[in-house]
């Protein structure tokens, strides 16, 4: 009997707080002018998306460049002002990323990244990039997405927490949720399309060019060896399907696109110089080992873990996904770090140190730790160099340190001062316009201008289809030189 009442007062509360919800939270869409159920306001959705590209900025970082971040942000807000809602705070950035992306924030925050710009040939690209971004926040997809997720935490997390038999199946039932959402997810994506084709065209640049965009991501991930996902399981819709709607809504128009701006020049004036590729300014892996050449060090991490290196940190994951070690910069010495850290609530140490870690001053010691999904235990290292002190925190799951301990002391130990002469020197690679003159194939002007990756890369980033293609003269090409 006190199961059955049990499960009713749940249902209940469910109900009651869904009914709640649907009374509360109906706005009008700025864009389709109907109704929307969503939870968070206005203001709400601005802080958010504040906080998020504050943290997007600081863990990334910016590219610096003025002039390029100025460009941008000028066509971006052009194009938002005149938007349904150009009362939004709209920033526009390009961060320091050499993986092709963009992506927006609630509230108007939107980044690109120098990944992307490196790939795209002209304004009117650029253009139909943060128009589609731009679309994302008027028509608030990313407010419907998170008001999706709080309906689903109200089945999911009020359950989880109540009912051990649900708890048991959480994840399975997260990922039912997220395929029942998907098809909303790829409707988004096709109407944040259908908006920044608009929004592009009303500002009188070429939508053709925006073919081009999606069928350079679509080379970059086969060069890449990326095997796509089925079209239903893709979060986004894939390039050909994307290409092939652009296609039908450019037959469908009823004005000429005689005249329309591509801005080419204008556009590669803007990325001539730019860096291609990692900065290994900010750190670059071989293999295993990680050396940054500005600040004069090296690690090795364990062989055959993913490894990512971020603004402010530098990670390592096993393949089992049951173990990481990451570096970062720790405040005070190496004494004060490792004190604070130590002396975290919850947190029990031992072994805890003075030693010498390749001729650096060191703290080194193990601790343990207890995490809503269970006890963690690892080895953490502070060491001075240069001015600075490093933590290194190795950690697994508790019963796994006996697995891993040996790969976690390695890596703590193998921090050293960079002494090679090549690796302090290394300069990134950027991309550097040379306009043609004469008419000549790819394979010609790359023999004429070479370029430090190779061909096939250089017809992706110049958007052609082969090295034998002709170019006529006089036509800006992307080089990339060190």
Not at 49 to 70: F, K
Not at 373 to 388: C, E, K, N, T, V
Not at 437 to 451: D, G, H, I, K, V
Request: proline content about 5%; hydrophobic content about 45%.
């Amino acid at each position: 009997m006190m199961n059955v009442s049990f499960t009713l007062n749940y249902r209940l509360l469910v109900s009651l707080a869904a009914a709640f919800m649907l009374l509360q939270g109906c706005a009008v869409n700025p864009v389709s002018g109907k109704q929307q159920f969503v939870l968070v306001s206005e203001s709400q959705e601005i802080a958010m998306g504040a906080q998020g590209a504050a943290s997007v900025s600081q863990s990334i970082g910016v590219v610096d460049d003025p002039a390029l971040q100025t460009y941008v942000q000028e066509l971006g807000s052009r194009m938002a002002l005149a938007s349904e809602r150009p009362h939004l705070p709209w920033s526009f950035s390009v961060l320091d990323d050499p993986t092709p992306n963009a992506f927006a924030f609630p509230g108007g925050y939107i980044f690109i990244t120098r990944g992307l710009m490196g790939l795209m040939g002209n304004e009117a690209e650029l253009v139909s990039v943060l128009g589609h971004e731009i679309g994302h926040v008027t028509a608030r997809h990313s407010v419907a997405m998170m008001t999706r997720a709080q309906v689903a935490q109200i089945g999911l997390g009020v359950g989880s927490i109540l009912s051990p038999e649900l708890a048991q199946f959480s994840e399975a039932a997260t990922g039912g949720l997220s395929l029942l959402f998907l098809s909303y997810g790829r409707d988004a994506e096709r109407q944040a399309d259908d908006l920044g084709f608009q929004y592009a065209l009303d500002h009188g640049y070429d939508v053709r060019e925006m073919v081009n965009v999606f069928a350079s991501l679509q080379h970059a991930g086969q060069l890449a060896g990326h095997s796509p996902l089925p079209n239903w399981l893709a979060s986004h819709p894939g390039p050909a399907e994307r290409i092939q709607r652009i296609e039908t809504r450019l037959g469908n128009l009823d004005q000429s696109l005689a005249g329309t701006r591509v801005g080419r020049d204008d556009y590669l004036a803007r990325v001539d110089g730019m860096v291609f590729g990692v900065n290994p300014r900010q750190g670059y892996f071989e293999d295993n080992r990680f050396m940054h050449p500005d600040l004069a060090f090296r690690i090795t991490f364990p062989a055959g873990w993913k490894t990512q290196n971020l603004a402010q940190v530098v990670l390592a994951g096993s393949p089992d996904q049951d173990a990481v070690v990451q570096l970062a910069l720790a405040g005070g010495t190496p004494s004060e770090a490792a004190k604070q850290f130590f002396a975290q609530e919850g947190l029990t140490s031992s072994n805890v140190g003075q030693r010498s870690i390749n001729g650096l001053s060191a703290m080194l010691g193990r601790f343990q730790t207890q995490t809503a999904s269970g006890q963690l235990g690892g080895l953490a290292a502070f060491i001075a160099h240069g001015g600075h002190t490093y933590r290194v925190l190795a950690y697994t799951p508790a019963d796994r340190l006996s697995h891993y301990g040996s790969a976690f002391e390695q890596s703590i130990l193998s921090f050293a001062r960079l002494t090679d002469r090549k690796a302090l020197a290394r300069q990134p690679e950027r991309i550097a316009i040379v306009r043609t003159s004469r008419a000549m194939t790819l394979a010609s002007f790359n023999a004429q201008y070479p370029s430090v990756i190779d061909l096939e890369r250089l017809a992706l980033i110049n958007q052609v289809s082969g090295p034998d293609v002709p170019i006529p003269a006089g036509t800006p090409v992307k080089r990339v030189v060190r």
